[in-house]
C-alpha cells in the first residue's frame, strides 16, 4: 500500500469516527428530550424516566437543592444607641441582601461585635455602627448531584460579593456545610439541551491505520450500544407495564418513539385465534374417566407461556354430559382454543392460514396415539399490530 494510499484510507477511518460520534451525541440528546416530553405528558413516571436516563448513561433528571454555609456577616448601619445597634443586628440584616437574584437568605446567629464606625469624611457620626454577625447562608440550586449543588452554591454567592461590597457589606469565612434534598425539580422547568454522555469515545489523532481502525470500531460500538440500550429499555417498559392505558395505543406509542429517534419501529404481528374441535374415541370404564384420559391427552397442546417455538397460548375442555358411549370405549368431543400473534405476514388471509398450520400440527404431535375424528378448524383475525409478546433482547 503506497503513502498516499494508506493516507486516505486513515482520514476515511477518521471521518467514520466523527460521523459516529456525532451521531451517538445527536442521539443522546433526542432521546433525552423526547423522554422528558413524554415525562412532562405524563406518559411515563418519574422513576421510570430517570432508570431509562441512568441505563442509556444521559445526564440524570435535575433536583431543587437547599444550600447552607456559615459565614460572618458585616456592615455599617446607623442606630439611635448601642442597643439598638446591638437588638436589630441579632434580628435582621441589611435589605440589600434581600434583593439579591439569584435569591440568596441570611439569618442572624449571634453577635460577634457592634463597635462605633470609622468617621466619614473627616466627620464622627455617632449614631454610626459596624456590626459583625455570625450568619447562616442559604441558597436554592438545580443541579444533578449534591457535589454540583455546592459548586452552584458557592459561584451563586461569590458572583454577590463585588455588588455587596460595594453596599459596605462584606461576607467573609465562608464554610458550606453541605446541601438539604434532593427534591424535585417541576418537569416544565428540566432542560432538554444535550449533555457529554459516558464512554464517549475520544478521536485519536494517531497516523498509524491499526490506530484509526480501533478508534473507528469504538465509535460505532458505542454508537451501537446506546441503540440497543434504548431499544430494550423501551420495549422492557412496555413489557412490565411501567407505561399505563391500552397495550396496543402504549405500544404504538413506544414505536413512534423509537422511529422518531431513528430506530426501528417495534415488530408488527396479526392476532389470530383458532378454535379446533375433535372427537376422540378413548377406552375408559366411565364417561368421566374418558374425558381425563382427554385431559391428560391434550395437556402437551396446553400452554400460557408464548414461546418462539410456541408462539401462542391454548387450553382445551369437554364435560362428561358430551361424552358418547362407543363400543370400544367412549367418544369424547373436545374443543381446544389457541390464541396468537404471528410476525411476517403481508396480509391476513395469509396469518390466518400459517395459524391453522400451526395449529394442525401442534394437534397431531398431541393426538398421534390416539383414534380421532378429523380436526375441524375455525380461524379468526382478532386485529394486527405490535406483537404482544416482546423479547427486549431479541426484538
Known amino acids: 500500500m503506497t503513502d498516499?494510499?494508506?493516507?486516505?484510507?486513515?482520514?476515511?477511518?477518521?471521518?467514520?469516527?466523527?460521523?459516529?460520534?456525532?451521531?451517538?451525541?445527536?442521539?443522546?440528546?433526542?432521546?433525552?428530550?423526547?423522554?422528558?416530553?413524554?415525562?412532562?405528558?405524563?406518559?411515563?413516571?418519574?422513576?421510570?424516566?430517570?432508570?431509562?436516563?441512568?441505563?442509556?448513561?444521559?445526564?440524570?433528571?435535575?433536583?431543587?437543592?437547599?444550600?447552607s454555609a456559615d459565614a460572618q456577616l458585616s456592615h455599617t448601619r446607623t442606630h439611635a444607641d448601642l442597643g439598638e445597634a446591638r437588638e436589630q443586628a441579632r434580628l435582621g440584616v441589611p435589605d440589600e441582601l434581600r434583593r439579591l437574584q439569584p435569591a440568596m437568605a441570611v439569618y442572624p446567629r449571634h453577635v460577634i461585635d457592634v463597635t462605633p464606625a470609622p468617621p466619614e469624611n473627616g466627620q464622627p457620626d455617632p449614631r454610626r455602627y459596624?456590626?459583625?454577625?455570625?450568619?447562616?447562608?442559604?441558597?436554592?440550586?438545580?443541579?444533578?448531584?449534591?457535589?454540583?449543588?455546592?459548586?452552584?452554591a458557592a459561584a451563586i454567592v461569590e458572583g454577590h460579593l463585588p455588588a455587596l461590597a460595594d453596599a459596605g457589606i462584606s461576607l467573609t469565612g465562608l464554610r458550606w456545610r453541605g446541601a438539604d434534598g434532593p427534591d424535585d425539580v417541576p418537569v416544565d422547568d428540566i432542560d432538554t439541551e444535550a449533555q457529554p454522555v459516558t464512554g464517549t469515545v475520544q478521536l485519536t489523532d494517531a497516523d498509524d491505520l491499526p490506530a484509526a481502525t480501533a478508534?473507528?470500531?469504538?465509535?460505532?460500538?458505542?454508537?451501537?450500544?446506546l441503540r440497543r440500550n434504548i431499544r430494550t429499555r423501551a420495549i422492557r417498559a412496555l413489557g412490565d407495564d411501567e407505561i399505563g392505558g391500552c397495550y396496543?395505543?402504549?405500544?404504538?406509542?413506544?414505536?413512534?418513539?423509537?422511529?422518531?429517534?431513528?430506530?426501528?419501529?417495534?415488530?408488527?404481528?396479526?392476532?389470530?385465534?383458532?378454535?379446533?374441535?375433535?372427537?376422540?374415541r378413548l377406552p375408559a370404564?366411565?364417561?368421566?374417566?374418558?374425558?381425563?384420559?382427554?385431559?391428560?391427552?391434550?395437556?402437551?397442546?396446553?400452554?400460557?407461556?408464548?414461546?418462539?417455538?410456541?408462539?401462542?397460548?391454548?387450553y382445551g375442555w369437554t364435560a362428561p354430559e358430551y361424552a358418547t358411549v362407543d363400543q370400544d370405549g367412549w367418544l369424547v368431543p373436545w374443543r381446544h382454543e389457541y390464541d396468537m400473534w404471528l410476525r411476517g405476514h403481508t396480509t391476513s388471509a395469509d396469518a390466518t392460514a400459517a395459524a391453522e398450520v400451526l395449529v394442525r400440527a401442534d394437534l397431531n404431535r398431541?393426538?398421534?396415539?390416539?383414534?380421532?375424528?378429523?380436526?375441524?378448524?375455525?380461524?379468526?383475525l382478532e386485529g394486527a399490530g405490535v406483537d404482544l409478546y416482546l423479547d427486549p433482547d431479541r426484538d
Open 285 to 314: 370404564g366411565t364417561a368421566s374417566e374418558a374425558c381425563d384420559a382427554a385431559r391428560d391427552t391434550l395437556r402437551a397442546a396446553t400452554t400460557d407461556s408464548p414461546d418462539e417455538t410456541r408462539p401462542w397460548t391454548a
Open 366 to 380: 398431541a393426538l398421534a396415539d390416539v383414534e380421532q375424528t378429523p380436526i375441524t378448524l375455525t380461524a379468526s
Open 130 to 152: 459596624r456590626i459583625t454577625v455570625q450568619v447562616t447562608v442559604q441558597t436554592w440550586v438545580t443541579a444533578t448531584r449534591e457535589a454540583q449543588a455546592l459548586r452552584a
Open 215 to 225: 478508534a473507528r470500531d469504538a465509535a460505532v460500538q458505542v454508537l451501537a450500544a
Open 4 to 67: 498516499a494510499n494508506l493516507a486516505e484510507q486513515i482520514c476515511t477511518l477518521h471521518a467514520e469516527t466523527i460521523a459516529a460520534i456525532e451521531q451517538r451525541q445527536a442521539l443522546a440528546a433526542e432521546a433525552r428530550s423526547a423522554l422528558i416530553a413524554a415525562l412532562r405528558n405524563r406518559l411515563i413516571c418519574r422513576p421510570g424516566c430517570e432508570d431509562a436516563l441512568a441505563t442509556w448513561g444521559l445526564k440524570p433528571l435535575p433536583h431543587r437543592w437547599t444550600v
Open 248 to 280: 396496543q395505543r402504549t405500544a404504538e406509542r413506544v414505536s413512534k418513539f423509537l422511529a422518531d429517534l431513528g430506530l426501528a419501529g417495534l415488530p408488527q404481528a396479526h392476532h389470530v385465534t383458532v378454535i379446533a374441535d375433535v372427537t376422540l
